[in-house]
């Protein structure tokens, strides 16, 4: 299995400070895509990003961004300046694309302190 | 658009009774769909992948008897757990592939939580 890894199990930081969240991944495909999602308490899935294998440019959306490095076999996604309405569980995944289901990492429970 | 809808959204149920989750793309339609378990606390499982018109592909581990997948149209795909016991109880999320612009992508239902007394 290709799998995708987040070793951070939790993390936990006061409101404003900026955090990152790791996401390696396995791959023997030449094409492939990686996402993250948002997982709030009520359990709904956030679409927050996709990038398909080719495209190493890094992105920024708002507070969000994601640094794509195909050397590492890394995907991390950065909040700067925390808010408490970003906690919840994220998780990264990757797919080989078309009738490909996804492969999610195991998550990470974000907590962002008042 | 490119919703995904699910019912219903919680459901509880006996012991050894079958429940039939359904997932219905609402605006789109999605020739493929798929089906993925969460336990508490824990990552998304992909469960099996659901063509229209042909018998669901399921991952190593699931049971196909178990876990009974129909996608007859291609804006509806259920899944019915069957002689469900407290082991299955567990959080199905399905997505549906759909057009994202030029780009295929999956869109997730909300997800229904199943509770085996």
Redesign the interface.
């Known amino acids: 299995a290709q799998k995708v890894t987040q070793a951070q199990t939790e993390i936990s930081v006061v409101e404003k400070e900026d955090v990152t969240l790791d996401c390696v991944y396995e791959t023997r495909d030449t094409t492939y895509y990686l996402f993250w999602y948002k997982q709030p308490p009520s359990g709904e899935l956030v679409f927050l990003i996709r990038r398909n294998s080719f495209d190493e440019q890094n992105e920024i959306s708002g507070r969000y961004s994601w640094n794509f490095q195909k050397s590492t076999s890394s995907f991390n996604f950065t909040i700067t300046a925390s808010q408490v309405v970003d906690s919840a569980v994220y998780f990264c995944a990757r797919s080989g694309g078309g009738a490909d289901g996804l492969t999610f990492g195991k998550g990470t429970h974000l907590i962002i302190q008042p | 658009g490119a919703v995904v809808s699910q019912h219903p959204s919680r459901v509880i149920c006996k012991s050894g009774t079958s429940v039939k989750i359904e997932c219905r793309s609402l605006d789109f339609q999605a020739t ?1 769909m ?1 089906w ?1 378990r ?1 336990f508490p606390k ?5 469960m099996a ?1 659901s ?1 229209e018109g042909s018998k669901a592909t399921y ?1 190593q581990g699931v049971e196909k008897d178990k876990f009974l997948i129909n996608h007859a149209s291609l804006t509806l795909s259920t899944l019915t757990v069957t002689s469900a016991h407290p082991e299955d109880s567990s ?1 199905y ?1 399905c ?1 549906a ?1 759909g057009l994202a612009g030029a ?4 869109f ?1 239902g ?2 229904t ?1 199943l509770t085996v007394l």
């Open positions: 493929t798929f993925y969460q824990k990552s998304l499982m992909l992948t063509n991952e959080f999320i997505s592939n780009h295929n992508e999956q997730f909300p997800g939580r």
